[in-house]
């Protein structure tokens, strides 16, 4: 192993993530374990220079206070205790101050001083790392990962492709409800530029017959995430000698910050709902990324810009933003108008400053005038939305010129489109999507 490594045991701090963070600010790598790890796992993890204890408010679990084993502290390992009346170690702290500046001060001296880590944490160190972790773990076994083009599941394809080469099956289900261009991405970077094992399947008449007629929210994405599985599922029974399920799971996925301690690695192993007769172990390389990390790895993969900056893209994709029962005529205008606005915020730099950005189209059609004559054709709603964690989110204030011209593209060339909408509505009381 290339890098070495701090260790966060987890008492109940509210602080481990922004620890972990700041440990990483330094240079050092480090992950979050619950306190009751066991001394034998601490020591048959390679190159871990430092214990941090991190107590906290929720240190008290089924009314009982909980402390890490003596053997930890006796491992010969540094240990800093903070937030927690640790008797058996010199490197005490009282509390953190709160913000991760001050914490990566505070930290310095323990981690360069005291443990002597060294500040090799970064992706190179990282990449080549996980490519033996890999090829351990899988030997010459083979592997298969539901490939969706989003930037997780992109970066451990690339990761997969450099350990195992022909030895991964991406299977790419193209549910017809993808964006403009993105399945095409795929085939291009991950066939013809990666030479990966890609099993591309179009199943879009498929998934719009399931969808036909059906206009609940709830229903469709029952529907269409249902359809999902059966698709893999057909195509993973297709395959010879399969043992590994490769998964983009990445840290945040099992780090909940603010959490009792006992609660602290979440449930989150579910195999995408296979049915149980298939039954794989798990490979997954970004567990521990945050994701700016997994998109700074995606770059060291060298896979291309719009990819790993990609901004987030619901499941169900555009079936949630054609409104009510999908028609495909609706469906095309949503991806259309979707394109024109992508290529309009990134003409503007906008792509890299909003969080979300998107069209919606309703079901109900508006009276318009076009080349004298009376139209009736659909309103296009543009929703860009910036938040931290999707549970708030507040409206862009786009230009009126970038409006403008976005809006007379989209009524010049997306057919059956005669009006654009800007929503204006925060969350709450909007959702980010309309669905
Ligand atoms: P809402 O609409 O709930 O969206 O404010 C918050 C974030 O979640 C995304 N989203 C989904 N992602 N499956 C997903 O994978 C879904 O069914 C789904 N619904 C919403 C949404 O795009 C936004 O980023």
Redesign the pocket.
Known sequence: MKQDMIVILDLGSELNTMVARAVRALGVYSEIYPHDITADKLKAMPNVKGIIVNGGPNNIVDGEKIFVSDEVYNLGIPVMAVEHDAAKTDNKLAKWPDDEEQVKELLKPFVFDICKSEANWNMKNFVADQIELVKKQVGDKKVLLALSGGVDSSVVAALLIKAIGKNLTCVHVNHGLLRKGEPEQVVEVFRNQLDANLVYVDASERFLGKLKDVADPEEK?KIIGAEFIRVFEEEARKLEGIDFLAQGTIYPDIVESGTKTAKVVKSHHNVGGLPEDMQFELVEPLYYLFKDEVRACGIELGLPDNMVYRQ?????GLG?RCLGAITRDRLEAVRESDAILREEFANYGLDKKVW?YFTAIPDFKSVGVRDNARSFEYPVIIRAVNTVD?MTATIEPIEWEILNKITKRIINEVPGVNRVCYDLTP?PTG???WE
């Open positions: 994405r987030p893209f619901p499941g169900p949630v979300q999707a969350k959702t980010i999507e």
